[in-house]
C-alpha cells in the first residue's frame, strides 16, 4: 500500500482525495493546510486518520512514501523539495512552480535524494488526447504545419479575490500559466523543440498583478508554427479550450470542456480505431476534467513497478520553459 501525504486541502485538494480513494493499493495518510479548518475538514470529509497544520510534522512521519502537493503554484518547488530531502517521492499540482530557476532546483532535489518526481498534467491521459497522440507516433499527420491552441474561458474578479495568491506575479501566474497551462503544454507536446516565441499579453479588465489576456506565437525547430490565444474574460462563460494539429496528411481538433471531444478527425490513411472515436469522447462537467484518477494509477504503476510515468519533472519542466519563453517576450 502507497501512504500519501497531502499538503494544501483546497480546490483542486477534492480531485486527489477522491482520485485515491479510487485506488486499491495506495491511500491518503495524512493531510495539511495552514488553515486548521481546511485540514481538519478534510480529514472529516474524506476519512482521513491525521490532519496537521505543520508541513514538517507530515515530512517526519515515516509511513509516507509520497508527498501530494496542492498548495499555491509558487510553493511547489519549495514544498517539494522539503519532500525529497525527507525521503519522500513527490506529486505536484502543475504547473511545477512559477519560475524555471525554483523548478530545476527540486528536479536536482529529487535526482539527488533519489526520489520520484511527478507533475500532474492529466489531461495527457484523456482518450481523445490518447488517440491523437497515437495517430501522431504512427506518423499519420506526416509533417506538422501548424498547431493552435485557444482558451476562451471566463473567471470573474471574485475568482481572483478569493485567495490572495491568485492573480500574483509570485505564486500564480496569469492566464497563460495557469488556466492555459494544460493547453501550453499540449502545444508544445505536439510540436516538439522550440525555435522562437512572440507574444502579446494584456490585463485588460480584471484587477490583477498578472494578464488576463494573450496571444503567443512559437515557431517549432522542425519549422511548424504555432499559437495559443487565451482570455479569461469570455462573455458569458467558458466558451471554448481546443487544440487543433493540421499535419501534411492529417487534421485532428480536440475541443470539450477540457480536451475530452475530438471535434474533427481526419487522416489520409485509415485504421480501424477510427471508428472509436465517439466511444474515447467524454465530456466532463468541470474545466478540471476528471483525469486525476487516470493521473494516480500512471503515478503508483511508475512507483511500483519503476517505469516511466505520463508526465515527470523533465515532461513538466518543458511546459513551465515555454511559459517563461512567452513572459520573457511579452510586450
Ligand atoms: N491539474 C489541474 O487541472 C488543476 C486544477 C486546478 C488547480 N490546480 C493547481 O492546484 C494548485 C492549488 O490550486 P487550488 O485552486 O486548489 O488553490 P486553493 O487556494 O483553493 O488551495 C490552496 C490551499 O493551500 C493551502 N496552503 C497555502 N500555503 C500553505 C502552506 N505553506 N502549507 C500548507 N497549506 C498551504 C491554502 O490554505 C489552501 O487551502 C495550484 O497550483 C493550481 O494551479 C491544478
Known sequence: MLKIGLIGCGRISKNHFEAVADQADAEIAACCDIVEERASGAA????????T?????????KDIDLISICTPSGFHPQHGILAARAGKHVLTEKP????????????????KHGVRLFVVLQNRLNPAVKLT?????????????????????????????????????????GAFMNQASHYVDMVQWFGGEIDKVEA????????????DTGAAIIR?????????????LTYPKNMEGSITILGEKGTVRIGGTSMNKIEHWQFGDIRPYDKEIERHNTNPDS?????????????????????IPSSDGLEGRKSLCLLEQIYMKKS
Open 133 to 173: 497522440r497515437r495517430a501522431y507516433d504512427e506518423g499519420r499527420f506526416g509533417r506538422i504545419y501548424m498547431i493552435t491552441s485557444n482558451v476562451f474561458w471566463t473567471r470573474p474578479q471574485e475568482y481572483y479575490d478569493m485567495a490572495p495568491w491568485r492573480g500574483s506575479w509570485a505564486l500564480d501566474g
Open 96 to 111: 511545477m512552480g512559477c519560475r524555471l530557476e525554483e523548478a530545476d532546483e527540486l528536479i536536482e532535489t529529487c535526482q
Open 287 to 307: 474545466v478540471y476534467g476528471f483525469g486525476h484518477n487516470g493521473y494516480y494509477q500512471n503515478v503508483i504503476n511508475s512507483i511500483m513497478n519503476d517505469s
Open 53 to 61: 497544520t505543520r508541513y514538517q510534522e507530515m515530512l517526519e512521519r
Open 220 to 232: 517549432f525547430k522542425n519549422g511548424a508554427i504555432g499559437s495559443i490565444n487565451v482570455t479569461m
Open 44 to 51: 472529516s470529509t474524506y476519512g482521513i486518520p491525521v490532519w
Open 200 to 211: 502579446i499579453t494584456a490585463t485588460l479588465a480584471r484587477k490583477i498583478e498578472v494578464e
